[in-house]
Structures are given as structure tokens and as C-alpha cells.
């Protein structure tokens, strides 16, 4: 994430203390998968959300395609994907999405990122 993005993200979630957990901020910013169940019927996964900031969702989604390159964790997420099959949009969002996960993480937790670093809470 660049400068540009770390400020947009800052000044629209308030330095992430508008929110208690990364699944809400994901909520947010549009950037979670919808659920789809009427009744007994089995759960349709739909498209994201949309909600939020149109600018901040686009922006997250080109600083997606530098992270497959650079950051180990979203190029095997991007890759996972890909192998199974779903198409090259819907993998760059799943990065997205990680990559406001991580940030959010690294906000929250105020420690520094470590590329490869695997936690011990599952």
C-alpha cells in the first residue's frame, strides 16, 4: 500500500478505530462477498457488497495487482484461486480483500509487516 492509499484509508476509517474487527472495514469498503438464502435453499455466494467508497475500492484494487507481485501471502492467495479456477477479477478482489485484512492488522496490532510471517492464532 502506497502513501496515496495508506492516507485515503486513514482519513475514511479514522486511523481504523471505526471499527472493532477487519471483517467490518471489508464490509465497509464494499470489498466482502454477499450471501444469497431464501428459506431451506443452499447459500449462493453473490458479488461484493459495493458499499462504500467507490474511490477507495478502486484504488484497493490496483494496489491488488502490486501485491501479487511483491507480497508473498496475496500472490499464493491470487495463484490458489486462479488454479481453481475462478476468473482474474474475482482473484484480484480476494487479494484486495487480504490486503485491507493486513492492514488492518498491521494498524490494530502496531507492528511493522513481515512478508511470509505465519501467526499462531488460527
Do not use: W
Not at 27 to 56: A, E, M
Not at 84 to 101: D, E, F, M, S, Y
Amino acid at each position: 500500500i502506497g502513501v496515496t492509499l495508506a492516507a485515503a484509508l486513514i482519513m475514511a476509517t479514522g486511523g481504523f478505530t471505526y471499527f472493532d474487527n477487519a471483517k467490518q472495514l471489508t464490509r465497509y469498503l464494499g470489498l466482502s462477498p454477499t450471501y444469497q438464502q431464501s428459506g431451506t435453499s443452499v447459500k449462493v455466494k453473490g458479488h461484493i457488497n459495493r458499499n462504500g467508497d467507490s474511490y477507495l475500492r478502486s484504488q484497493l484494487y490496483v494496489a491488488a495487482f502490486a501485491s501479487i507481485r511483491s507480497n508473498t501471502e496475496c500472490k499464493a492467495c491470487y495463484d490458489r484461486l486462479r488454479s481453481k479456477g475462478k476468473p482474474g477479477k474475482v482473484a484480484v478482489i480476494a487479494v484486495a480483500n487480504k490486503l485491507i485484512r493486513q492492514a488492518f492488522a498491521v494498524v490494530t496490532q502496531e507492528k511493522p509487516y513481515i512478508d511470509g510471517y505465519v501467526s499462531s492464532k488460527k
